[in-house]
């Protein structure tokens, strides 16, 4: 079996999967990133999977029974592999949708919730040329492997990952922050997938050829947190206590690198088809993972200023926030809040806090 990738966040336990399932594994990658997490009896092949003729160098004349393509420029992979595998596994990205990275693209501006596979690809480059080389490449994959598997990761959170918005909140645990702004309540759903959760998808499809042929899955977390929600549970991990300073989303400028998008929209995946073709279900709870994610950057912090934070665009000014929140603050004390002829409810159907009142005193059985 054959893995491109292999040592990242995502590779390190789908290759520990497959060698627990009694696989032959071998993984191509650089070189650059060995990780000692990496089995010993895995087979290490070193080449440039963005370079077809690099990739043509190191495989030879050699044939696979499944080549699971995570990393590199998957069209030239999937070329190369042409009556090299059995089977073709590859990993790809949610931006394929239209509106996922510009959710003025739709009317109204936002995501269909939750998506589905079958919902609208980018088709356009001159909409979202990102989104189009996306979809082309899944095409592309198809039309070299008719059989082949296709994932549509969200964004991935765990450890070693490249992207930590989790950063964002521990960095402030750990510098004693005790305020954080959120925009519009931090109600923004935004589907994520922990890494553990991704090698399992990835390792039902190894495990059922059948009904993985041929088809696209979307792949996440089942449980899709908010951004409070993802606050509220780091903090509540590390023992901190956060007080949330909720602005609307045009004010709530420090609430960016969190939302990951230019509006509080949803972005939800549907995870309908690989639930029931592949009996997918998380093999660590979101909630779990969050708090394991937490404490693994708690352990291995990242440089201030390093990559990760210039990634994230989180520039940790807290005397701007500072500033920001006081004026917020100073702008809802000075607004009046009229006394209405009737007060708005919340309508005559609610019945919880602050509703209708109950038409019995008592319960009768």
């Known amino acids: 079996m054959l893995v491109v990738g292999g040592t990242g966040p995502t590779g390190v336990p789908l290759v520990q999967g497959l060698v627990d399932r009694g696989h032959r594994v071998s993984i ?19 080449a440039d999977p963005y370079d077809a003729d690099s990739l043509r160098v190191a495989l030879g004349t050699r044939t696979f029974d499944v080549s699971v393509v995570m990393y590199g420029r998957l069209r030239a992979i999937a070329d190369v592999l042409v009556g090299r595998t059995g089977r073709f596994l590859s990993v790809g990205g949610v931006p394929a949708y239209r509106g996922f990275m510009d959710p003025f693209l739709n009317d109204p501006p936002g995501l269909p919730v939750p998506l589905a596979e079958t919902a609208p690809l980018v088709r356009d480059p001159a909409e979202d040329e990102k989104g189009y080389r996306i979809v082309r490449t899944e095409e592309s994959v198809f ?9 549509r990761y969200p964004y991935v959170y765990g450890p070693r990952q490249v992207v930590p918005r989790e950063w964002c909140i521990v960095r402030r645990v750990l510098d ?3 305020q954080i702004v959120v925009a519009d309540e931090g109600l923004t759903l ?6 553990d959760n991704c090698a399992h998808a990835l390792l039902l499809a190894v495990d059922q050829p059948d009904a993985a042929s041929g088809q696209i899955f979307n792949v996440g977390d089942e449980e899709v947190l908010t ?12 023992g901190h206590r956060f007080e949330i300073v909720s602005m609307p989303y045009g004010l709530a400028v420090p609430a960016r690198p969190l939302l990951m998008q230019p509006l509080p929209t949803h972005r939800m995946l549907d995870l309908t088809a690989i639930r029931t073709r592949l009996g997918y279900r998380d093999a660590v709870p979101a909630r779990q ?6 404490r693994w950057l708690v352990d291995h912090p990242h440089e201030r200023g390093g990559t990760e934070e210039k990634i994230l665009t ?5 005397p701007a926030e500072d500033a920001l929140i006081a004026s917020w603050q100073a702008a809802e004390r000075s607004v009046t809040v009229p006394s209405f002829a009737v007060e708005p409810r919340y309508g005559l159907a609610y019945s919880g806090p602050g509703g209708r009142a109950r038409s019995q005193a008592e319960f009768e059985e």
């Open 289 to 294: 993972a969050l708090a394991r994610t937490a």
């Open 143 to 151: 039309e070299s492997h008719p059989t082949a598997t296709h994932f």
């Open 28 to 46: 191509l990658h650089r070189g650059t990133h060995e990780v000692p997490d990496t089995p010993a009896e895995v087979e290490h092949l070193h």
């Open 176 to 178: 004693g922050r005790r």
């Open 190 to 195: 935004h589907h994520h997938a922990y890494t």
């Open 314 to 318: 989180d520039p940790f000014d807290y």
């Open 227 to 238: 951004v409070r929600q993802v606050i509220d549970l780091v903090a509540r991990e590390l």
